[in-house]
């Protein structure tokens, strides 16, 4: 490589191919792990919960309305996931009144639909009878009340008055009971913003001494704790001493239980009941078989092309190797940076790509070959080469990332796994094409290995 001929242009293809290598081999292999840990794997690679959920009375919603909720109830899922700590679930419409929820990785699919199944409606009301068993049979005494019943099947009538709901709550958070009858026992605190500790106080001392606040969530009562002097008391004095009071408890309360029901109430309820109308559960041990199966068919793939463009090109068709191995590179850093799922589809994709890459090799390749049997020198025939491919390349590979662009925004699923590797892979296949294989070509002293001889008297 002659530095002396090496122009600004030059320097900036060497840079950009350079910036490409590096951070591709470092986002890869440093430091080195598996390929769940480098890339977000999706439900086919790493097993999980795929669920679509029917909000109920959407569908007769007009357009606006339906998309409003919607909108507003993806919102609330979101952030039940990021607060539960569910990582790289994917949450988007799927239809006009359905929800798309796709959470790689969950190892408790009944856990799951709870998490976003769930309505989360949090009410306070005031407990009218309590029935000792869950056989007793107790009833309304009027249309003002309700029959509902505890964790546990225990009958409680309530008022149909609702005295406060979720909204009045800032933070919900896991706490250990310091109640010496349930020590060590898990509980879910309140806290209620200063709007809410205010309704909270004012409840408080309306009902009362002696009285039971029935603490209710989607119809089925949590706790209905007995109003002490001591909370009464403190209510009297101002709203900041009931912030802290209250906690939802009762029963063997599990850690994972106790954290989903804090995440459920810190998002918030959604505007409307869910029913699951669809359910697909994939093993961890499927999803390993699939990521083997999937690495080695690229793999695979990958090395015969790399040998099948050396017997064919010789040592030009180092060139294209060297494309199709930057190429590669741009694609798994892409999936990185970008936060992308790589899917089984999206391994097809990336199968793809390697041939798509070649592919535009070969039309280079064959140009520049025609250019020198016309009689142009080497390097004036590499030139012209790539005027002739120019248009070719480029049209072929804009309608395609049109394409992937079109996968990516109406497809779900496997569609738009394969539609981003895709869409990744067509960038990178142009600029390998334009960019780094013309480089090696005019710059890299490869237009010496030209395979073609010029016919006597053409030159």
């Known amino acids: 490589m002659a530095h002396h001929s090496m122009t ?11 910036v490409i290598v590096i951070a591709g081999i470092v986002l890869i292999t440093v430091p080195f792990r598996p390929v769940k840990d480098i890339v977000k794997l999706g439900l086919d690679l790493q097993g999980g919960v795929r669920l679509v959920l029917e909000g109920e009375g959407v569908a007769a919603m007009a357009t606006d309305a339906q998309t409003e909720t919607i909108g507003r109830m993806i919102e609330i899922l979101n952030n039940r996931v990021d607060q539960y700590g569910l990582a ?3 949450i988007r419409r799927y239809g006009p009144d359905r929800i798309l929820v796709n959470i790689p990785g969950a190892t408790d699919p009944e856990e799951a639909r709870r998490l976003i199944g769930q309505t989360a409606v949090l009410e306070f009301r005031r407990v009218i009878d309590v029935g000792a068993s869950p056989t007793d049979s107790i009833s309304p005494s009027s249309s003002s009340q309700e029959l509902l019943y505890s964790k546990e099947g225990l009958p409680i009538v309530v008022d149909r008055e609702v005295l406060l709901t979720g909204a009045a709550l800032s933070n919900a958070t896991v706490r250990t009971s310091s109640d010496v009858r349930e020590v060590g026992k898990l509980q879910v605190g309140l806290t209620f913003s200063q709007e809410g500790a205010e309704q909270f106080a004012s409840v408080v001392r309306e009902l009362g001494t002696g009285q039971m606040l029935a603490i209710v969530l989607d119809d089925v009562v949590q706790s209905y704790p007995v109003l002490q002097d001591s909370i009464v008391a403190a209510a009297r004095e101002g709203w900041r001493n009931v912030q802290n009071s209250t906690t939802i ?5 599990g850690a994972n239980e106790a954290k989903r029901l804090a995440a459920v109430l810190r998002a918030g309820a959604l505007p409307v009941s869910v029913r699951i109308a669809e359910e697909t559960s994939i093993g961890p041990s499927l999803g390993s078989d699939s990521i083997r199966r999937g690495m080695m068919s690229m793999a695979i793939g ?3 092309i790399l040998v099948y463009m050396f017997i064919l090109y010789r040592r030009l068709g180092t060139v294209a190797n060297i494309a199709l191995i930057i190429n590669m590179l741009f694609i798994m850093g892409g999936l990185i940076v970008f936060g992308a799922v790589l899917t089984m589809a ?7 790509t390697i041939g798509m890459t070649v592919d535009s090799n070969i039309i280079i390749f064959e140009r520049v070959k025609e250019e020198r049997r016309a009689g142009k020198s080497p390097q004036a025939a590499v030139r012209a080469g790539y005027e002739r491919s120019l ?7 804009v309608t395609t990332l049109v394409t992937a662009a079109i996968l990516l925004l109406v497809g779900s699923g496997p569609f738009r796994g394969f539609a981003i590797t895709l869409a990744l892979g067509i960038v990178g296949t142009v600029y390998c094409a334009l960019v780094a294989s013309r480089f090696l070509l005019e710059r890299g002293g490869f237009w010496r290995f030209i395979p073609v001889r010029v016919q006597e008297g053409t030159k």
Request: proline fraction near 0%.
């Open 249 to 253: 408890s009762g029963g063997n309360m």
């Open 302 to 304: 990958f090395a015969l």
């Open 346 to 352: 999206g391994i097809a994709g990336i199968v793809l």
């Open 391 to 397: 248009a070719v390349i480029t049209d072929t590979n």
């Open 8 to 18: 600004r242009a030059d320097w900036l293809r060497l840079g950009s191919m350079l």
């Open 88 to 90: 790289n679930a994917e």
